[in-house]
């Protein structure tokens, strides 16, 4: 078990739970969630509303924070369907105290993406076995949207050439194609960047507010074991045979997902080490994620970092090395 690190202002007062604390958390949990449900603009704010619970977590407890979950998903059920209050639970409410309750045990906001992500992949897998066709219904949804035969009369009908609107549908048919084969992979990715998504915003308000209950960089080490570079050889040899190709497709797409990620975390490890202000730092990163190419290119230094161990040459000699700062 990790050591705990310093105690915060968090942690002196999950001794002390308050019932104001409770009752706000799991109405504004409430309310982020079921907003769009009246005002389709405040959709996007459903993926903030577990904060405020990890948020209660940390300050009030872990029965406060399952308590304000549970009146939260109360809120949800009476006002609307109970199945949104069922999805509110276990896809948004679960990993968000998960990542909460890493961080209050000591074991770092990393493990704790680790648990919500292994929570997320079991339902997945349990959607995928009970039910595959409403899963795979459910990507393909948007694409069925786009080559409806309504949408193309309105393209037609504000301009679009015959030959533009043919080469659209033919586009539109290929990426449907390629979905309904690894529809499986973009459940496992979506799930793994609902968790990201989610951590990053714990770990800004964190910063903000409570950076004790954070770790100095522990993102920015992300590595994955080489078992995962054996996985992608393993894939690829096997698209090419027919039989195995389909699942092959899928865990290729997972474990590039995964590369991405630990490129992501060597272009982060050097943009934070460069002389600049941090947001001319952030901007650069900023613009590496703008880059059309980005999630190959970053792919594939997470790929060959796991030999080159790209940030090795960003360190100080060991000599030289000064304690790290607070984290940034």
């Not at 990993?95 to 997945?124: I, K, N, T």
């Not at 920015?220 to 096997?238: I, K, N, T, W």
Request: hydrophobic share 60%; glycine share 10%; aromatic share 8%.
């Amino acid at each position: 078990m990790a050591e705990q690190g310093p105690v915060s202002a968090g942690s002196r007062a999950g001794s002390e739970p308050r019932l104001g604390g409770l009752l706000g958390a799991g109405l504004l949990s409430a309310f982020l969630f079921g907003g769009s449900g009246f005002v389709a603009a405040l959709a996007p704010l459903s993926l903030v509303s577990p904060l405020p619970l990890a948020i209660q977590r940390l300050q009030g407890g872990l029965a406060s924070a399952w308590l304000a979950a549970a009146l939260a998903a109360a809120l949800l059920a009476a006002a609307s369907v109970p199945a949104a209050a069922l999805v509110f639970l276990l896809v948004l409410a679960l990993p968000a105290l998960l990542l909460a309750e890493a961080l209050a045990r000591g074991r770092g906001l990393l493990r704790g993406c680790g648990w919500a992500f292994l929570a997320l992949c079991a339902q997945v897998a349990g959607g995928l076995v009970i039910a595959p066709l409403a899963m795979a219904a459910r990507v393909l949804e948007p694409i069925e949207r786009l080559r409806s035969e309504a949408l193309l009369a309105e393209l037609g009908r504000g301009g679009m050439p015959p030959e533009r609107l043919a080469e659209f549908k033919d586009q539109v048919g290929l990426l449907h194609d390629a979905l309904a084969v690894v529809y499986p992979a973009a459940w496992v990715i979506a799930a793994a960047v609902l968790v990201a998504a989610n951590a990053a915003l714990l770990r800004l308000y964190l910063l903000r507010r409570d950076p004790g209950w954070l770790e100095d960089g522990e993102f920015e080490r992300v590595r994955f074991p080489l078992p995962l570079v054996m996985a992608f050889v393993v894939a690829g040899a096997a698209v090419a045979l027919p039989l195995a190709r389909p699942a092959a497709y899928n865990v290729l797409l997972v474990v590039a997902f995964f590369f991405a990620l630990q490129g992501l975390a060597v272009t982060g490890f050097f943009a934070r080490r460069l002389a600049a202000p941090p947001l001319l730092r952030a901007l650069a990163l900023v613009l590496v994620l703008a880059n059309p190419w980005a999630p190959q290119l970053l792919a594939l230094v997470g790929l060959f970092d796991n030999w080159f161990d790209f940030r090795r040459w960003a360190e100080p000699p060991s000599g030289q090395r000064t304690p790290s700062g607070p984290a940034a």
